[in-house]
């Protein structure tokens, strides 16, 4: 009897673990970025990327080519809603989340180039004014 509870609770730790209905949550965003800013300095060259705070768990800035910018939310696509949904690394504009071995390519839409995530991560529109603000916004 023990035994079927542990199989029953399993299943159903599993089965939510990568429910289809397991979203990234809409959250509003208008943040303003002043890249003249010494803080915001590891995002001059091409390929950088840094966190920032906002979104749902957090926000990625990624600079492309030249005035080029993605901007995406650190919550995994994959179990977003698990606590340790983020994303925690990024090296050489490859993002990886902190829970499992999902990976996204930053350059190419946030797409995942390594499973368990189908999904890319969540992007968000920016604009680049003159004086080198980056406004982030959905
Ligand atoms: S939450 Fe499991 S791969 Fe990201």
């Not at 957090?58 to 340790?84: A, F, T």
């Not at 996204?104 to 390594?114: G, Y």
């Amino acid at each position: 009897m023990k035994l079927a509870f542990y199989i029953l609770g399993a299943l159903f730790f599993f089965s939510n673990c990568n429910s289809n209905e397991d979203y990234i949550q809409d959250v509003y965003v208008n943040i303003n970025i002043d890249l003249n800013l010494p803080e915001y300095s590891d995002l001059q060259a091409s390929g950088s990327s840094i966190f920032i705070e906002g979104g749902v768990e957090g926000v990625i800035i990624y600079h492309g080519v030249g005035n080029d910018y993605k901007v995406y939310d650190r919550n995994c696509s994959y179990e977003p809603s698990l606590p340790c949904s983020k994303i925690d690394s990024i090296d050489s504009g490859i993002a990886y989340c902190g829970c499992c071995t999902s990976a996204f390519l930053l350059s190419n839409d946030a797409n995942v180039i390594n499973a368990p995530a189908l999904l890319p991560l969540k992007a968000y529109n920016w604009s680049l004014g003159n004086n080198n603000i980056l406004r982030i916004f959905n």
